[in-house]
């Protein structure tokens, strides 16, 4: 498990850094335009990738043999003889098109679950603005009879409303906060006299927000790439903040993953017979 | 990518109409006739405010505490509005509608009578139709609407008759937005596409009701317990830290036997930090003591058969932590539509709702928004209403400058319920006793009031300074306002005239003997006939019989005195003297008009029947203007001149429609107001 949280850590890393390289446009453009380019570009690029790791000799000529039993179908369609074996011999066609397809499907996994990390970051939720309530909570590794001193440093761009709140039977604790600037801040957490920091974006335009400082635990670091997970021996487990919900049904929460899948494929097709990709 | 909405349509396409029209020099069309109102200019706004009392404005701008109102009535623009008849909210706005009187939209009180089911009481301004035809599957009873099925499913019906007078803004291209206008739920649809309507009073929670807080106590009784408006529960704490509850949501309708579905939520406390955590539906919120939490959005999810897709319907709410210990005490609002996201029409067109939302944010749609009962149940303070209700009043504000930023040419309309049902529960212009404050309370509250007064003041100068006399405004209330501080108790006063029978009877809903009862009180100001042929088990034969009853009752009411000499009933008006037109079926017989300080009882509105005739009124629910019709009429201000010396209600349908040179229909019994 430590094996694999380092390789997550480690192309988190990587990616967050190319990422920031490839997508700091982003916040300079309306959601819906980005979205919509990003997807469309990383479609046919995930096209580009299909051709070149894929079969396409072997693919292509399956998809002639499927052609020829669905002609056959067309011409003998009074013969049942005919149709039962075109049918199962079509069945077994796209048996071994799935097959052919695994091998690129399996590389196109790891960029493609970087690439949705990566603009879950932007798109899964909205920056708070100026003045709007800010829930913050930390998780705990200990119970709080184990705990000396636990507090939220006083930072410059914001004032605390309600906390430290302490939920006993989850070994968590909550403070309502409110951002009094905007811009990229860290937050402060000083448990005994070690410091534990969160991200923290503030800002009515599209920025890079990170939910959560992971835990140690492989998917906690997985769906949140962008801050180094806490240590599996550390007294706070993961903090996390409650961004609010982006309102759009193109680039809005959780809309904007169907609609990057719907134009990235819809590009891909597109872009299919210029680049000579069969799938 | 934006939504584009007819209305920014047409505003982006106006110039290229514009240039077109230039062109081809059409004929003039409904649009250009409508605009040629000589030097009038084209924008109309009128602002509601519900119950804004023409003595206390009097007395305000006296003393110079209402400058820009003040402003208006120097100039001419400021009389005393008559009201309706009776001048209860429902009835009044439906005048203001019609441009014309309760026999033209059919609403003669809060509470309607069925006769055929001999006095069975339902609720005036809107009907509940059941569905008609389904299929049953397992557990679940589900309608169908499409073909080949076509079942109609259970539906809310409009009842108010009649034309509304947008309807003939609609029909000449003149756009008019109404934002919360009451009396309008569902809304009427928009023949032509040119009007658009947020309903306001009669609009229901999630629920179905006008309104149903819940509360969680750690005193609460054990098993959830209803009163009108209010659940309330007991919370257990496991530990002294976190307690498991349910929401309660809409009735699960798809069932065969429904009931309501829940939400079930986590509450955790931190005494010592005088705070706790609400964990629902994935959110988290953190409150402090005596903090409220901003709209939380909810889904409710009703289950159906395996085959098909689960129904989701979205509410919002707003919690209060009233108290972290030593008494847990945490209040619920009632559970609005989501206007984000509606489970039921509340606005003419029905993305109108969403559409406000996008920009401005989530906001009470039910009808009441200040929540009156949580005061009457005791569960708020005084201050504590006072704060919901200032809260109540900010939101509105907010939607307020909204539909200014949104309005550009034709009717605007914003209707504010604060000075309405802050004045029921705050006002008090006497020394007498009040039902529940002290007298210096009581002065302290009423203070509030004329502070609500100014803040209204504010508001109409922010008009004035904004539009000057590019806009004709007009600032309207439907009613004024007077204490509450006696019921009558009308079926008593029967009873004990040998009107109702018999004398041990409790309620007209069980034990009258209907053949020894001639007359009836149901409702807030009727009284009805017990008439053979309408009602079902009537007695009174019509004509000379009844002629006689109502001219008897009507004298016999007018004379009726406190035990302090007062006055209790300022005048009996017999209906069929009062009311014109085609929807008088549900009409009253007499509409009691009571003295200031006096009302109907509680008990009277749904047919009881106390010992007493007389009786102190204990609410918190302390004013009213459910009197004589001539003791409190409404306010109209506007910045032209007005030139008719005794403008009512009705006739402010006509001067619209008269402002945009169209025909005053011959259904309108109002007229035109100003000068032409």
């Known amino acids: 498990m430590d094996f694999l949280l380092s390789v997550v850590s480690g192309l988190n890393s990587a990616s967050n850094a190319v990422g920031g390289l490839v997508f700091f446009w982003i916040a300079r ?50 013969s049942l003889r005919v149709t039962f074996v075109s049918q199962a011999r079509l069945f077994w066609g796209s048996l071994k098109l799935l097959a052919y397809s695994l091998i690129p499907m399996l590389i196109m996994i790891v960029p493609v679950s970087l690439v949705l990390a990566q603009l879950g970051l932007w798109y899964q939720a909205r920056a708070f603005r100026i003045g709007e309530p800010i829930t913050v909570k930390l998780q705990l590794n200990r119970s709080f009879d184990d705990l000396t001193a636990l507090e939220l440093e006083p930072a410059p761009g914001f004032e605390t409303v309600v906390g430290p709140v302490r939920v006993f039977s989850k070994k968590e604790v909550y403070w309502k906060l409110r951002a009094l600037a905007g811009g990229e801040h860290r ?44 240590p599996p021996a ?46 | 990518m934006k939504r584009i909405g007819r209305r920014e ?5 106006t110039g290229a109409a514009a240039a077109l029209a230039a062109s081809f020099a059409l004929k003039p069309s409904p649009v250009r006739a409508a605009k040629a109102t000589g030097s009038r200019p084209r924008k109309v706004i009128v602002i509601g405010f519900d119950g804004m009392d023409p003595k206390l404005c009097d007395a305000l701008m006296a003393s110079g505490a209402m400058p ?63 569905a008609q035809g389904s299929i049953e599957w397992g557990d679940y009873r589900i309608a169908l609407d499409f073909w080949p099925f076509n079942h109609k499913p259970e539906r809310t019906i409009l009842t108010r008759q009649g034309t509304p007078f947008w309807h003939y803004l609609d029909k000449a291209k003149i756009e008019s937005t109404f934002y919360d206008l009451p009396s309008n739920y569902p809304p009427s649809p928009s023949e032509y596409g040119y009007h658009r309507c947020l309903s306001g009073m009669g609009t229901p929670d999630l629920l179905g009701t006008y309104g149903t807080y819940q509360l969680f106590t750690e005193d609460g009784p054990e098993q959830t317990v209803s009163k ?28 065969k036997e429904p009931k309501p579905v829940q939400i079930d939520f986590v509450v ?87 559409e406000i939302s996008r920009k401005l944010g989530l906001f009470y749609t039910t009808g009441f928004q200040e929540d009156h009962k949580a005061l009457s149940h005791g569960v708020f303070s005084d201050d504590e209403f006072v704060r919901q209700a200032t809260s109540v009043l900010r939101e509105r504000e907010r939607l307020l400058d909204y539909a200014l930023r949104e309005y550009d040419d034709g009717l605007l309309f914003f209707y504010f319920s604060s000075t309405d049902l802050q004045s029921h529960m705050l006002w008090w212009e006497s020394d007498r006793r009040h039902p529940t404050r002290s007298l210096a309370e009581a002065k302290k509250y009423f203070g509030h009031i004329k502070t609500l007064y100014r803040r209204m003041d504010a508001i109409v100068g922010r008009l004035l300074k904004r539009y000057g006399d590019k806009a004709h405004i007009l600032v309207m209330s439907d009613h004024g306002f007077a204490n509450f501080e006696r019921q009558f108790s009308l079926n008593s006063w029967l009873r004990d005239n040998g009107y109702l029978g018999p004398a041990e009877a409790s309620s007209i809903m069980s034990d009258v003997e209907w053949s020894e009862s001639r007359a009836f009180g149901l409702g807030i100001n009727g009284v009805y006939l017990n008439l053979k042929g309408r009602e079902r088990f009537g007695v009174v034969e019509p004509g000379e019989e009844r002629n006689r009853l109502l001219d008897e009752l009507a004298a016999k009411l007018e004379a009726v005195r406190d035990a302090d000499g007062r006055r209790v009933i300022e005048k009996v008006h017999r209906s069929d003297k009062e009311y014109k037109g085609p929807a008088t079926r549900f009409a009253p017989d007499l509409i009691v008009g009571y003295a200031r300080d006096f009302r109907a009882s509680w008990k009277t509105c749904l047919g009881s029947i106390t010992d007493r005739v007389l009786l102190n009124n204990d ?39 008269a402002h945009y040179n169209l025909k005053i229909p011959g259904t309108m019994s109002g007229r035109n107001i100003f000068k032409t």
């Open chain 1, 29 to 78: 453009v309306p959601g819906e335009l980005s979205i919509t380019i990003i997807s469309a570009i990383i479609g046919v690029l995930l096209l580009i990738l299909f051709k070149y790791t894929s079969n396409q000799k072997a693919i292509g000529r399956v998809r002639d043999e499927i052609n020829a039993e669905l002609l056959a179908i067309k011409l003998f369609k009074d």
């Open chain 1, 187 to 230: 937050l402060v957490f000083r448990v005994g006299d070690t410091a534990y920091e969160k991200r923290v974006a503030v800002g009515a335009s599209l920025m890079r927000l990170s939910r959560k400082r992971p835990s140690s635990q492989f998917l906690d670091a997985l769906l949140h790439p962008l801050e180094t997970p806490l």
């Open chain 1, 234 to 279: 550390s007294t706070v487990r993961a903090i996390e903040l409650f961004y609010p919900s982006r309102d759009s049904k193109i680039c809005g929460t959780n809309y904007w993953i169907i609609y990057f899948f719907v134009v990235s494929m819809v590009f891909a097709f597109v872009f299919k017979p210029i680049l000579k990709v069969r799938i």
């Open chain 2, 9 to 13: 349509f047409i505003k982006g396409t």
């Open chain 2, 68 to 130: 820009n109102l003040d402003a208006l009535r120097r100039r001419n623009g400021y009389r005393r509005l008559g009201t309706s008849d009776p001048p209860q909210s429902p009835v009044a706005w439906a005048n203001f509608i019609n441009g014309a009187g309760p026999g033209s939209h059919g609403i003669f009180d809060f509470i309607h009578r069925d006769p055929e089911k001999q006095a069975l009481p339902f609720f005036a301004a809107a009907t509940t139709v059941p």
């Open chain 2, 228 to 255: 009108g408006g209010g659940d309330q529960s007991r919370i257990v704490f496991n530990g002294n830290t976190s307690g498991r509850l349910s929401l309660q949501g809409p009735k699960h309708t798809f069932l």
């Open chain 2, 268 to 354: 955790n406390r931190d005494c010592d930090a005088r705070a706790a955590v609400i964990e629902i539906q994935n959110q988290a919120l953190v409150l402090k003591e005596g903090e409220w939490s901003p709209w939380i959005k909810l889904v409710y999810a009703l289950s159906m058969p395996s085959v098909l897709p689960q129904v989701e319907v979205a509410g919002i709410c707003r919690f209060y932590l009233q108290e972290v210990a030593p008494n847990f005490r945490l209040y619920v609002t009632p559970i609005n539509i989501d206007p984000s996201d509606p489970a039921v029409q509340i606005t003419e067109p029905f993305g109108f709702a969403s």
């Open chain 2, 619 to 657: 609410s918190a629910w302390s004013a009213d203007h459910c009197v004589d019709s001539s003791l409190v009429p409404g306010v109209l201000f506007s910045n032209r001149p007005i030139a008719a010396a005794d403008p009512r209600l009705i006739d402010l349908a006509p001067s619209i429609l």
